[in-house]
């Protein structure tokens, strides 16, 4: 595969992920997993290369490609906030030469999408208005939609009204169940040992986890291992929310939050959920409702 057709397989499927079941169509967990697993391998893949592109327009395309890939993926082994810094400081110097064109408003837009830096928004509102309005070609208005979806709104998943009219920015959320029993868990279908516990992340009798809360995994989750978590931990758990900075937002104590009972036998009192091999959490499903709660 030349590095041209490496970096559009990769940019079309990231494409594909962010953009999945945004049609109205239906998003099977498998599917996604799947999907999660492709673009991370490709984007890894490409960045192990090495590869940085012989003209400004290859180093462009793989950027965009690698910005893409990390943006779609929610698998993160530890590398992928260092990996997208140094991706970003290539990109400031390719934007420096690169010529207004299709691709660098591509690339201002995932660029604009990591650091939010108002310059690049107007850089690329400036490309859009050179075009012709009355013939904008199929990538035009796509690209155009894309930019204005990300300058628009940059968290358009994660904010919530609060009782005060203020937007929140509900990004992480931090969960210390304190187990009361471990024996209804299986770790690769093996049985929990509460002796001797298999769950990735239990300390003694506290089980601590970090989800992203819109993407439905768990961070750092161990490449390999899946888990069918059905802890006990009724009003023993402490829960700490934060946005897309890391600034805490919220801690609350109690019973185990409907978000982490998504079987719907938690009742308040269980965990219940079953995490693939990628960290996705199955069925993950968040309404207004389990945000409010949250946030109560």
Request: proline residues 3%.
């Amino acid at each position: 595969m030349s590095l041209s057709e490496e970096t559009l397989t990769l940019q079309r499927a990231a494409h594909d992920l962010m953009y999945l079941g945004m049609d109205g169509s239906p998003v099977y967990s498998d599917d996604l997993s799947r999907r999660n697993g492709e673009v991370y391998r490709l984007t890894t893949a490409l960045y192990n290369s090495g590869v940085k592109g012989s003209t400004v327009e290859e180093r462009a395309n793989i950027c965009l490609a690698l910005l893409m890939g990390y943006n779609a993926s929610f698998v993160d082994h530890g590398e992928k906030q260092k990996h997208v810094q140094e991706v970003l400081d290539r990109c400031w110097d390719i934007l420096e030469v690169l010529p207004a064109s299709l691709l660098k408003l591509r690339l201002l837009t995932a660029c604009y999408g990591e650091v939010f830096d108002e310059p690049l928004a107007d850089e690329g509102r400036a490309i859009i208005a050179s075009w012709n309005s009355v013939s904008f070609t199929t990538e035009q208005q796509e690209a155009i939609e894309e930019f204005q979806n990300v300058v628009d709104n940059p968290y358009p998943w994660e904010y919530i009204e609060d009782s005060a009219s203020e937007e929140v920015d509900v990004k992480y959320i931090k969960a210390d169940f304190r187990v009361r029993h471990f024996e209804d868990a299986e770790v690769n279908g093996i049985l929990e040992n509460e002796k001797a516990p298999l769950m990735p992340f239990v300390i003694g009798r506290r089980w601590l986890i970090e989800v992203d809360i819109k993407k439905g995994c768990v961070l750092n989750w161990p490449k390999g291992v899946r888990a069918r978590v059905n802890y006990k931990v009724c009003d023993e758990g402490i829960y700490r929310i934060y946005d897309s900075n890391k600034k805490l937002i919220k801690e609350k104590e109690g019973y185990v939050p409907d978000i982490f009972g998504q079987d719907d036998t938690s009742f308040g009192d269980y965990v219940c959920m079953s995490i693939d091999d990628e960290g996705l959490i199955q069925n993950w499903e968040v309404t207004n409702a389990m945000l409010e709660d949250l946030l109560s």
